[in-house]
């Protein structure tokens, strides 16, 4: 099984109004966000599912932003936001995709569609979960 980093994908159904704590769900996530399949990364910079879109060993901001809009636990989404505030490299913006090892390799210096997400996901935590953000 692949997991694109692009949206929709397995790992969005919960996004797309599915149970988060459906069985089948939790194991496909957990298998998804493994490197078990051949497009998730781990290195020095961060973890995360890429794409072909963007090669070996690129991590997508949009996955992450996923992987934390779809989780319940604190300390997953704190990592994650931890990796996207690495990843935008004071550059206040989200990547297209970013380097596991280098945040200063990455492309495309504005990604909307990131953007957009990443928004998105602090007006979802404000919600679920002040205390991560405030």
């Given at each position: 099984m692949m997991n694109d980093a692009n949206y929709p994908s397995p790992l969005s159904t919960p996004f797309l109004g599915y149970n988060?704590?459906?069985?089948?769900?939790?194991?496909t996530?957990?298998?998804?966000?493994?490197?078990?399949?051949?497009?998730?990364?781990?290195?020095?910079?961060?973890?995360?599912?890429?794409?072909?879109?963007?090669g070996k060993n690129m991590i997508w901001p949009l996955a992450l932003i996923m992987q934390a809009l779809t989780s319940h636990d604190d300390s997953e989404i704190t990592e994650v936001l931890e990796t996207l505030k690495r990843s935008a490299h004071n550059m206040c913006f989200?990547?297209?995709?970013?380097?596991?090892?280098?945040?200063?390799?990455?492309?495309r210096p504005w990604f909307t569609w990131a953007n957009s997400f990443f928004g998105l996901l602090i007006t979802d935590l404000a919600d679920r979960k002040p205390h991560l953000i405030f």
């Amino acid at each position: 099984m692949m997991n694109d980093a692009n949206y929709p994908s397995p790992l969005s159904t919960p996004f797309l109004g599915y149970n988060t704590h459906n069985a089948l769900y939790q194991r496909t996530r957990a298998f998804l966000l493994s490197d078990r399949t051949p497009w998730f990364f781990s290195g020095k910079a961060g973890k995360g599912i890429g794409s072909p879109h963007t090669g070996k060993n690129m991590i997508w901001p949009l996955a992450l932003i996923m992987q934390a809009l779809t989780s319940h636990d604190d300390s997953e989404i704190t990592e994650v936001l931890e990796t996207l505030k690495r990843s935008a490299h004071n550059m206040c913006f989200m990547h297209e995709a970013f380097n596991m090892d280098n945040v200063t390799d990455f492309t495309r210096p504005w990604f909307t569609w990131a953007n957009s997400f990443f928004g998105l996901l602090i007006t979802d935590l404000a919600d679920r979960k002040p205390h991560l953000i405030f």
